[in-house]
């Protein structure tokens, strides 16, 4: 049913202006392959399995307890699981408009309505304030997340309103829209919410509906974080980047999923008032936390302790964090730069992330995920129990819910939009930012149809081929990135076949339907150094294949062998003869009475051995296991 | 006024049997140096310095808020904060114990008088719960730190015991006591503290006391842990020693803190119970630990998420947590295992702890501290304030006084009590254990007087020389610790010079008076190199010289140099012409769009340098600076 429920405007960001213009569900479509299979799991598996955990761990009855008068006793969850509710309608819209399922879009009425019931008559939606026996509203701004649960209501209504007729959510959330404009607007309570997230879901509101004050009350919360107007607390205001003004800021900090919610609403902002200073300001934080604070995942956020970012350069693969939320949301942030600025930059960390953080977070099942995403296991992990919610940041292996489970949901979201991800327009013609079988379909600004047909095994093989499938009789220009790692790559076209550099590589003439343009990006398996300023991998080498990190895990290993006794000769590039081995040893480690010893110590015995590595994305996939990314070298 | 007011028996651990019998203050006392230096510091600043925080934050006001009925409302602090009151009078205790000063003799009167108000009348002492408008008694085992408070009480009650005739904390401690073994002991709750601390308590007061009864409920509280009692927080129960029975546990593991208590206790329980599988499991669990999870510098815990360990060889110099209290703790456990077992291992860690945890946690002056202690300080601290509490553990300069605050306190009660941990005796003989100026003055346990001057300048100088002050005409054996670092070391004495390899060395001959045996230790400066297995200081070495880690700060290198720009030459020994030095260089560094690249990139620019080294536990006194103590090699 692909395409006749979908809108016109189908898509996640609809920015007013900008150097892209992004697609809509049906008017890009992904046909299968490595993402295809994992939304066909999304819809098939992990939406109701998110809807059934919600319902047993009470976070849907929140809002029936609510209507029943009972909520300040019977309330579960913690104060934000309004917002996992809002996701997964967010997720069910995405899906019903990617493939029009009734039976997502019934229960997905079904939940609406539940939602709707627990509306006040003012506008305010949100079980955990307010009620008798509850704390006042807005009474807690650093931890209620009143403003961040009613953020992602209007996120969810936007994508039902541009996926479906039905308005039912668009309704409530503008009312709750409208009652935040009225508390925090001119004249207003000057207040901002620990968890930024009403910032984009605000702008995607005005972009909807046209309304020009819900674009101004989103500007306006930008503008006030950063004057210390949230206590200080123990993780200190930059948790919830209180701590400078957000034009002023030179690098993200804090809580990683706050810092980047709040970076992609800032783009927003920025866009739709046409503020380049805005703009250019996220750009560089962009910049300086991808240079200094990023995982090789592309994962970011390097504390447990206050799912935050470190310090630059401080990346422990042993003790990362790399939220999977985090992962999402900075897809959104690059996303939206991208949409902005053309800079194929983004389009690149977006896809690293895509592969690396939120492909790695779901079961093979869709039914379990990974909160947390480490890049070194020393300890085999725990299976996570299966009748009920698992800490989110236990050493174990995937889980089926947390209690804080805002990840799961999030990645639903993602994975039910994720088409329209993959390519935009210009007054050009088409770029391709990420690579998968998908049909396209759609018409430049000024009116022309163009449409093309990819095919691909990628990301294990690296040949994309673009067939025409629509085009007008005028030139236009068909645009393909090439990843930072792509040196090497080559275009096939009418012409001939030619080198294309990292970046991008456009073809540009009168296309006839049937043509063929050819990329071939070097997908061998390579060997990848740190900066020396990251401690934690000194003295390492990762090995990556095409967009996918690799990682060797002691599954692979011969019997008892720890990840930990791996070292790999740098001098010998890993190979791929039906799987990828590296060169190396594997050392004999045994403890001493102290760990540090007067230096000049002899090497350990080590025997020599043909390193075996796989995709990170599917480590711990066959029961307990160590794995490891960065390997020691011999 | 030294010995005046000290009594027999003026020493914090005082075993019924044992490899060794310490001595007590009056017996042994420090007359200078490092350590007498800071003792006066402690004495003349620190206390009065903790008292007057304790008043203006409100802790020692919840007492009296509670004899006057408003402490439901007027309650401040954490639910612990009474545990520091009672380390403040403990510290006090052992201060008047170690110099009679008749002032701090007076102050503490004074707080036990406010203390002993807020007793209720069955012997129940706590000011957070059990009171109208509080939370029941013993209903958070979890978090609420009753028993762990009650601890805290005894041990200060001890102290005071054994240094002052004055019973009226006794009395107040022991009625305390009384009702935990009502509450808990046989038919009583089956129940254990989120933290543990009563058990090496009640242990100590049955020692004083000759009470059976206390030594059988620390038991009971020992064999009760590690049964699943307490509740499955999100840090797992493992946070709190409750996931596996203490005898069967192989290693530290959880909250630091709380597991070195544990151990401390369970020590004190296997020697007085006669029970050499516990004496042994708690060995196995240190040699584990000291092997796998502890710091270069002594310092133990890597994860601030929850102050605990890590799993093995997770020992992030950036992250490091090291809480001071967890380096007194581990004092406090290593002490009991070398009285127990007279093995020198023990005091070379406490050893290095001291100095390298100790000693770096106060400020020169006694009235600004760390908490957390990192081995890598990446961007210069930032000034504490000094007329509020401080994060616990804020990347600031030292603190005058934390939101938590446990450390400075146990910092006191130390370096009041320091003088008991230096020496020892048994049937043959007397022990140095740690070098200090020093007079001991003691007697065998068959009554033969033995006394000797100790004489150094240790740790800056490698001479001890320990004159004879005391003896009987018959021989005995002085026993001197070589550490574990000090290969190459000699002794000499009447019979000339000869080599002491690590361990110990042992002299045993008839003394005379004024006769004089000296230990030359090598306190050269060395390279040390990590266990490969270690991955976050990989390609690193570090320089010791003698008992002291030292560090690289940037307050010491060229304007504007950080201290990650520098290399040193593993194979050109560091060296000390008044001040140590490393030959290395110091390297260019700068940002790339991304910080992985394919391998086998140049390295950076780079020009020699002699890198200056200091000790560590000084580190921060010159202002805000960068700091590292493991070092890249070229």
Redesign the interface.
Known sequence: MTGTTARAGARPVAPARGRLRPLAQGEVEITGGFWGQRQEVNATATLEHCQEWMERVGWIGNFRAAVEGRVATDRRGREFSDSDVYKLVEAMAWEVGRTGDPAVDERLRDLVATIAAAQEDDGYLGTKFGRPGQGPRWSDPEWGHELYCIGHLVQAAVARARTSDDTALLDIARRAADHVCEVFGPGGAPGIDGHPEIEPALVELARLSGEQRYLEMAAEFVERRGHQRLADI???RAYFQDDVPVREATVLRGHAVRALYLAAGAVDVAVETGDPDLLAAIERQW??T???R?Y?TGGMG????DESF?????L????AYCETCAGVASVMLSWRLLLATGNP?YADLAERTLFNVVATSPAPDGRAFYYVNTL?Q??PGVAAPLDRET?????SLRAPWF?VSCCPTNVARTLASLDTYLATVDDDGLQLHQYADARISTRLPDGRPVGVEVATTYPDGGRVTVRIAETADAPWTLTLRVP?WGAGATVTDGDGRRAAGPGSVSVHRRFAVGEEIQLDLPVGP?????????????????VERGPLVLCVESTDLPDGRHV?DVRVD?DRPPRDDGGVTAAGVL?E?A???????????PS?AAEPAAIPLAPYHSWATRGPSTMRI?L?TV
Do not use: K, M, N
Request: with cysteine; aromatic share 8%.
């Open positions: 123990e993780f200190g910049e300086a991808v240079a200094r990023t090789l390097s504390h447990h302790q470190g310090d630059d350069h401080v422990p693969p042993d003790r930059r070194h020393r300890r800490p989110r940041a236990g050493s209690s930072s390579r060997f990848t150094e740190p900066d020396p300023r990251i401690d934690a991998v000194r003295g390492c080498v990762a930990d740098p050392v480690q403890d001493g009475e102290w760990p540090y010893r007067p230096s000049g110590r350990p960065w020691p």
